[in-house]
Structure formats: C-alpha cells, structure tokens
T-cell receptor, first 114, second 116 residues
Framework: DTGVSQNPRHKITKRGQNVTFRCDPI?????LYWYRQTLGQGPEFLTY????????KSRLLSDRFSAERPKGSFSTLEIQRTEQGDSAMYLC????????????FGQGTRLTVV | AQTVTQSQPEMSVQEAETVTLSCTYD???????LFWYKQPPSRQMILVIR??????QNATENRFSVNFQKAAKSFSLKISDSQLGDAAMYFC?????????????FGAGTILRVKS
C-alpha cells in the first residue's frame, strides 16, 4: 500500500492521559501536514513539516500538542494531558513539495477523550 | 486570512441526475489553487478535482466539472450522472500559491445523498 497510513485508527483515552499518533506519508513526499476535524466541520490545519523541519504551527496547536518528524519520513503527534475538547479526528496528509498542488490524506485517527 | 464558505449543509440528488455544490471563498491574493475533496463514510479524503486560479478554462474530470468565477470568488462543483458511490461529504478547499507551506483551508462541507 503506497498511500498515507495512520495509526491507530481509533483511540479512547481518559482525560489527563497522554496519547501519541503516528503518520507514515507517501514515501517520496517531503511535506507532511496534520489537520484536526471535528464532527460536521472541515479539517483545520495544525502544523506542517518540510522534510524534518517543522515550518509552521497553527494557533490551534496549544503547548499540550507536539509534533515531530525526526528523519523526514514518518511523523508523530503527541497530545499531553488530554481534555474532552481534544476529541476529534486527526488527519495526516502528505505532498510532494509545491510541484503537485493538492495533498493526499490518510484515513485519520479518531480520538475520544472520556 | 482566507476563508471558504459552503452554504449548503446537505444536498440530495436522484441517481443519474446532475447536482451542483456551491462554494465561495475570500482572498486578497491573485494566485491560488482551489480543490474539491470527497470524504466517504470511511473518512479518507480523496481529491476530486483542482483548479488553478490563473486558468480561465474550467477543470473537468470525467463526470466532475467546476464553474470557476474568479471575480465573484465562486467555485462550484457539478456532478453529472450521479452514482450511489458519489454519496459522501464534499469539501471545498483553498491553497495559496505563496510560500506558506501550501496548507489547505477548508469549508465546512456539504453532505451529498444519492437516491436510487
């Protein structure tokens, strides 16, 4: 499978716990994006990487959120001290620089904080 | 900041008929891309069609076509010969041509139901 892969697909956690999600982009894509999507809404940009460098972070990304892409390949998104308001679908997307407009999305990780 | 508005929360179409989904956007830029993405119940977002703002010709992909009105900042999607598999959430999205990482700005989406 050469698409964008996200794990886990679903995560249920208790409020206050830390969670980590993983995204494996399409192998030759150097740009990787994280978005958050709440029910009935469009995805909202969180952050993006070009290779291993995190070049932009949204104001939505509070200090409880951290993302890494250590070797310019897969990426992780960690949420510390989860809150109920963090419940959402977290989508990862990748693209090949600016050469081909439009990104390819993974199936997402649905987080439920109870 | 750019914004994208989809004013139709839900639309229905009879199988084999044509339906048009609306999208308007707000930007002060002249160079950008516009997209329609489809998100089926399995949740993976799929690119349906894209339009470069500098092109006057409307993009077409098989049964999918757009009506791009740059002056009016309107970007509607027409689906011809609708099929049951077209049922999904459709998102309109904007991407600046500037060096801002090419992030996408999405509308709230339109649920499309296809009746057999």
């Amino acid at each position: 499978d050469t698409g964008v892969s996200q794990n886990p697909r679903h995560k249920i956690t208790k409020r206050g716990q830390n969670v980590t999600f993983r995204c494996d982009p399409i192998s030759e894509h150097n740009r990787l994006y994280w978005y958050r999507q709440t029910l009935g809404q469009g995805p909202e940009f969180l952050t993006y990487f070009q290779n291993e460098a995190q070049l932009e972070k949204s104001r939505l990304l509070s200090d409880r959120f951290s993302a890494e892409r250590p070797k310019g390949s897969f990426s992780t998104l960690e949420i510390q001290r989860t809150e109920q308001g963090d419940s959402a679908m977290y989508l990862c997307a990748s693209s090949l620089g600016g050469a081909v407009p439009g990104a390819f999305f993974g199936q997402g990780t649905r987080l439920t904080v109870v | 900041a750019q914004t994208v508005t989809q004013s139709q929360p839900e639309m229905s179409v009879q199988e084999a008929e044509t339906v048009t989904l609306s999208c308007t956007y707000d930007t002060s830029e002249s160079d950008y891309y516009l997209f329609w993405y489809k998100q089926p119940p399995s949740r993976q977002m799929i690119l349906v069609i894209r339009q470069e703002a500098y092109k006057q010709q409307n993009a077409t992909e098989n049964r999918f076509s757009v009506n791009f009105q740059k002056a009016a900042k309107s970007f509607s999607l027409k689906i011809s010969d609708s099929q049951l598999g077209d049922a999904a959430m459709y998102f309109c999205a904007y991407r600046s041509e500037k060096s801002d990482g090419n992030k996408l700005v999405f509308g709230a989406g339109t649920i499309l139901r296809v009746k057999s």
